[in-house]
């Protein structure tokens, strides 16, 4: 009996040294936070920003960022589901946060009641808030962004006497959309013959010169276009239309099945929009037309179309401001010369269900301007590494290197910056904030769609069906728009 005793003391004497050991294992991890990034453009910046973070305050930080291309959802899931979760994670907007929240991972910023963090979360504008019912606050936002038809003015310049830029430039975002649309047909012309072809815009008329110049001898087509990333005509381009119908994001995730069906028109002028630009290709090698080709990755992913239009063989790219340093990057002085241009779309009144004023002149000139990211506290973490948390992010939004990186090196325009006030080193940075300054910003009701379902289910029919064709008819758009609202409906309910 007494040796049976003895054998089991030392057995849980073991077992406790063993424990006692992978604790302290635990302990060092080898790291204090660890912060998961979405933004795959600025992984190399935000690895070092991560690094400058550790040499100011000796907090070791292990960081990830989500490769080009990469299913960001499919890879924070599998992080949350590893024994070392992410402290700080992204959020893309609430058709995301719902998961998180009801696995109880996302902390409620409200919680925080105290410290520099406290005060920094409650100072979050409403506006830019993660919120699921206005009240609560479950991130801080990566910075604001914004896109549309990124231009070089020197090319526009070439087209219309480097004296009519700004006149161009103005005139284009206040045009129409059939202005527009002409606009894209007659430079298509001039690229293949150039003459004296004249526009209108916004009721003015230009003329093309005679002749190319240095940058347009490069042309092959007017946009330069994604065709194997569905986000970048499933998520933004539809977002454009969605602005027609939806005043926020928590407008579009609220909304029932008649709000949804009332987008129909929306949805029709998104398709016919989506048809007028992918009918105008530029490609690496030569003008470019849909088929499969075009939806390959090969030749037309993220890391090709930059390059189209940076080599000055396209003339718009629709794309954001994160573009700027894979812009750069491929051509500097290109980049000092950016400007960006609004999506248009073919809207009409009717076609417009907010009631809030907006009209379809508005909508034609307005870039989407938004916050794309947040960055989440893991509320299951412990209660030191919330609070590292907590610190870091402090210091990424309000020190002096934080803001350098935020600003110099990934290329964004802080949340709370006044416009004006705010310039930004670069110049796609500088033309968001000249939106904003105007008021003539549109917002992302796309995030507030159905998980998945701009993207990967309306985006995916797009790639699989349609960006394979050729030509498109008025059966396709009213398919393209059918499809779009039985998806939603079936997603949301």
Same mark, same amino acid.
């Not at 040294?17 to 910046?45: C, H, L, P, W």
């Given at each position: 009996?007494?040796?049976?005793?003895?054998?089991?003391?030392?057995?849980?004497?073991?077992?406790?040294?063993?424990?006692?050991?992978?604790?302290?294992?635990?302990?060092?991890?080898?790291?204090?936070?660890?912060?998961?990034?979405?933004?795959?453009?600025?992984?190399?910046?935000?690895?070092?920003?991560?690094?400058?973070?550790?040499?100011?305050?000796?907090?070791?930080?292990?960081?990830?960022?989500?490769?080009?291309?990469?299913?960001?959802?499919?890879?924070?899931?599998?992080?949350?589901?590893?024994?070392?979760?992410?402290?700080?994670?992204?959020?893309?907007?609430?058709?995301?946060?719902?998961?998180?929240?009801?696995?109880?991972?996302?902390?409620?910023?409200?919680?925080?009641?105290?410290?520099?963090?406290?005060?920094?979360?409650?100072?979050?504008?409403?506006?830019?808030?993660?919120?699921?019912?206005?009240?609560?606050?479950?991130?801080?936002?990566?910075?604001?962004?914004?896109?549309?038809?990124?231009?070089?003015?020197?090319?526009?310049?070439?087209?219309?006497?480097?004296?009519?830029?700004?006149?161009?430039?103005?005139?284009?975002?206040?045009?129409?959309?059939?202005?527009?649309?002409?606009?894209?047909?007659?430079?298509?012309?001039?690229?293949?013959?150039?003459?004296?072809?004249?526009?209108?815009?916004?009721?003015?008329?230009?003329?093309?010169?005679?002749?190319?110049?240095?940058?347009?001898?490069?042309?092959?087509?007017?946009?330069?276009?994604?065709?194997?990333?569905?986000?970048?005509?499933?998520?933004?381009?539809?977002?454009?239309?969605?602005?027609?119908?939806?005043?926020?994001?928590?407008?579009?995730?609220?909304?029932?099945?008649?709000?949804?069906?009332?987008?129909?028109?929306?949805?029709?002028?998104?398709?016919?929009?989506?048809?007028?630009?992918?009918?105008?290709?530029?490609?690496?090698?030569?003008?470019?037309?849909?088929?499969?080709?075009?939806?390959?990755?090969?030749?037309?992913?993220?890391?090709?179309?930059?390059?189209?239009?940076?080599?000055?063989?396209?003339?718009?790219?629709?794309?954001? #401001?994160?573009?700027?340093? /894979?812009?750069?990057?491929?051509? *500097? $002085?290109?980049? !000092?010369?950016?400007? =960006? @241009?609004?999506?248009?779309?073919?809207?009409?009144?009717?076609?417009?269900?907010?009631?809030?004023?907006?009209?379809?002149?508005?909508?034609?000139?307005?870039?989407?301007?938004?916050?794309? #990211?947040?960055?989440?506290? /893991?509320?299951?973490?412990?209660? *030191? $590494?919330?609070? !590292?948390?907590?610190? =870091? @992010?402090?210091?990424?939004?309000?020190?002096?290197?934080?803001?350098?990186?935020?600003?110099?090196?990934?290329?964004?325009?802080?949340?709370?910056?006044?416009?004006?006030?705010?310039?930004?080193?670069?110049?796609?940075? /500088?033309?968001?904030?000249?939106?904003? $300054?105007?008021?003539?910003?549109?917002?992302?009701?796309?995030?507030?769609?159905?998980?998945?379902?701009?993207?990967?289910?309306?985006?995916?029919?797009?790639?699989?069906?349609?960006?394979?064709?050729?030509?498109?008819?008025?059966?396709?758009?009213?398919?393209?728009? /059918?499809?779009?609202?039985?998806?939603?409906?079936?997603?949301?309910?």
């Amino acid at each position: 009996m007494k040796k049976s005793l003895a054998f089991l003391f030392v057995f849980l004497l073991l077992i406790g040294t063993m424990a006692f050991a992978n604790g302290t294992q635990e302990a060092d991890r080898g790291y204090d936070i660890y912060v998961y990034n979405s933004k795959g453009e600025n992984a190399t910046q935000f690895a070092a920003m991560c690094a400058a973070y550790e040499k100011e305050t000796g907090v070791r930080v292990k960081n990830f960022s989500i490769g080009s291309g990469q299913d960001h959802m499919e890879t924070l899931r599998s992080e949350m589901n590893s024994k070392d979760m992410p402290t700080v994670f992204s959020v893309q907007g609430i058709k995301e946060l719902a998961e998180w929240t009801q696995g109880g991972f996302a902390l409620d910023l409200n919680t925080v009641k105290t410290g520099d963090f406290g005060k920094m979360a409650k100072a979050i504008p409403q506006s830019l808030r993660l919120t699921t019912d206005g009240i609560t606050s479950y991130g801080v936002p990566y910075n604001v962004e914004g896109y549309g038809y990124i231009v070089d003015k020197q090319l526009l310049g070439e087209f219309f006497g480097s004296d009519k830029i700004d006149a161009v430039i103005s005139d284009i975002k206040a045009a129409s959309y059939d202005e527009w649309a002409n606009l894209i047909k007659t430079t298509d012309a001039w690229i293949k013959a150039p003459s004296a072809l004249s526009v209108t815009l916004n009721g003015k008329t230009y003329t093309f010169a005679t002749k190319k110049g240095t940058l347009s001898a490069n042309l092959n087509g007017v946009f330069s276009v994604m065709g194997s990333e569905k986000w970048t005509y499933g998520d933004h381009f539809i977002n454009i239309a969605l602005n027609a119908v939806f005043t926020s994001e928590l407008d579009a995730n609220k909304a029932d099945n008649a709000k949804v069906e009332s987008a129909k028109g929306a949805l029709l002028d998104y398709a016919k929009a989506l048809d007028l630009k992918t009918s105008y290709l530029a490609g690496l090698k030569g003008p470019a037309e849909r088929g499969q080709d075009f939806v390959s990755s090969a030749n037309f992913g993220y890391d090709q179309a930059i390059q189209i239009f940076a080599e000055n063989k396209a003339v718009f790219l629709k794309q954001g #401001n994160w573009a700027f340093g /894979n812009i750069q990057n491929l051509n *500097a $002085d290109m980049a !000092k010369r950016l400007v =960006f @241009l609004p999506v248009k779309m073919p809207f009409k009144p009717e076609d417009i269900k907010r009631t809030d004023g907006m009209t379809v002149a508005k909508l034609n000139s307005s870039i989407p301007v938004f916050v794309p #990211n947040y960055y989440a506290i /893991n509320a299951l973490a412990s209660d *030191a $590494d919330k609070q !590292k948390a907590e610190a =870091f @992010l402090y210091w990424l939004n309000n020190s002096t290197t934080g803001k350098h990186y935020l600003v110099d090196e990934f290329a964004f325009i802080p949340y709370n910056a006044d416009p004006k006030t705010t310039t930004v080193p670069n110049s796609l940075g /500088n033309s968001i904030i000249s939106y904003i $300054d105007s008021g003539n910003i549109l917002g992302a009701p796309y995030n507030g769609s159905p998980a998945s379902w701009s993207g990967d289910v309306v985006g995916l029919k797009l790639k699989e069906s349609y960006l394979t064709k050729k030509t498109w008819t008025e059966a396709d758009y009213n398919d393209i728009a /059918n499809y779009a609202i039985q998806k939603w409906i079936e997603m949301k309910n």
